[in-house]
């Protein structure tokens, strides 16, 4: 474990898959604690923290069950590097789930310098006999919602709101997603990377308890995945996505957030 300390930032980091275990501001986790938790359909799952991985949605269009094969990487050990006090960088290999388990050299880094925490996953085509990958790396975001509510906002406009709603898929023409999450206040995710080259952002949004939200900014619509035409990486070539998340806690979640927008 890694702890890395900025202003009002503290953030502990598990060497073991890249994962952000527990994220403060000013005190108050923003994140809900890994943990075992039962879910919808009385099933028993592991919540929390943020953590990178590679979504894989199936080979069949509508059938986006991505909850239990999601990704790998969370069950990888890294070679951890501790930058400074604000930067953390793990590197490890990892397999692309899919029609065949093609390695991938992975580096994840944390950084709360920028008045929040910034992550940042880069991957290396690892197998100089594989031609190219289909790839969409992604970082889930698992936040805490005390109160029990949680509110998206995409384009100043908010989209969703409430205790339970079932796994979605949004498309923003905008690229700052803010979610509510009630005394903890709203965050603000900033993509960046790869996902600037993209015409769209699209978000995967979920919760089968009221304890948390998932939000996970996506590089490709899981339709556009399952019928392989999303981003290829060939051997020898890279693609890096970032996040920059940041708290307001002057916005909670029982004031207008479009009306203090503008004053």
């Known amino acids: 474990m890694t702890e890395l300390k900025c202003g009002f930032e503290t953030a502990v980091v598990s ?22 938790v039962m879910a919808a359909g009385a099933k028993e799952r592991e919540r929390g923290g943020i953590h990178p991985c590679f979504p894989f949605y199936g080979d069949a269009l509508g059938k986006y069950d991505f909850l239990p094969r999601h990704g790998s990487l969370y069950a990888r050990a890294g070679a951890e590097k501790t930058c400074s006090d604000t930067l953390t960088e793990i590197a490890f290999q990892a397999n692309f789930f899919g029609a065949s388990r093609i390695p991938c050299d992975v580096t994840i880094g944390y950084d709360l310098s920028y008045g ?30 005390p109160t029990g509510v949680a509110t998206i906002y995409a384009d100043e ?66 339709e556009t995945y399952a019928a392989g035409k999303s981003t290829r990486l060939r051997h020898g070539k890279s693609i890096e996505i970032s996040c920059i998340i940041k708290v307001q806690n002057e916005l909670p979640l029982d004031t207008d957030w479009r009306e203090r927008q503008h004053t």
């Not at 994962?19 to 923003?30: A, D």
């Not at 905008?174 to 903890?184: A, D, F, S």
């Open 15 to 36: 060497a073991q898959g890249a994962w952000v275990e527990q994220w403060m501001h000013k005190g108050t986790p923003v994140l809900f604690p890994r943990q075992k």
């Open 116 to 145: 929040g925490l910034t992550e940042r996953m880069k991957v290396v085509l690892a197998d100089p006999l594989s031609a190219e990958a289909q790839i969409s790396p992604a970082f889930r975001h698992c936040f805490a919602t």
């Open 157 to 222: 406009t908010e989209i969703v709101k409430g205790a339970d709603f079932g796994p979605r898929y949004l498309k923003l023409s905008r690229r700052i997603l803010k979610v509510g999450l009630g005394g903890v206040g709203v965050v603000e995710i900033i993509p960046g990377g790869e996902f600037l080259n993209s015409r769209d952002l699209f978000v995967a949004i979920s919760r089968d308890n009221a304890n948390y939200v998932y939000v996970e900014p996506l590089l490709v619509h899981p």
